[in-house]
Nanobody, 117 residues
């Protein structure tokens, strides 16, 4: 049974940083493309960043380019999202997802990130 579990969310002041983690288990992590999505209240879920099994990164949300960084540690079956210079508009539930060739198939339960003074 594949499991994807996010952690690391919380409350942070504008300009601060958070690092989200996503632990993957149940099958071979190294073959999966991993992505971080987010959904703010009243908005559609959007893909923030992704990383292929070969380590190629993509940042799909222009608003996070230069501030967020996605990475993966195959030895730990974990993918990370380092978020710097956080803004109130980054407030959302952040989801980790895994894909093997096609659509993202496995999803975590989400972790809340709130940016507020």
């Amino acid at each position: 049974q594949v499991q994807v579990v996010e952690s690391g969310g919380g409350l942070v002041q504008p300009g601060g940083s958070l690092k989200l983690s996503c632990a993957f288990s149940g099958t071979t992590f190294s073959i999966y493309r991993m992505g971080w999505y987010r959904q703010a209240p009243g908005k559609l879920r959007e893909l923030v960043a992704s990383i292929t099994n070969g380590g190629i990164r993509a940042y799909n949300a222009d608003s996070v380019k230069g501030r967020f960084a996605i990475s993966r540690d195959t030895a730990k079956n974990t993918v990370y999202l380092q978020m710097n210079s956080l803004k109130p508009e980054d407030t959302a539930v952040y989801y980790c997802a895994a894909a093997n060739g096609g659509e993202y198939k496995y999803w975590g339960q989400g972790t809340q990130v709130t940016v507020s003074s």
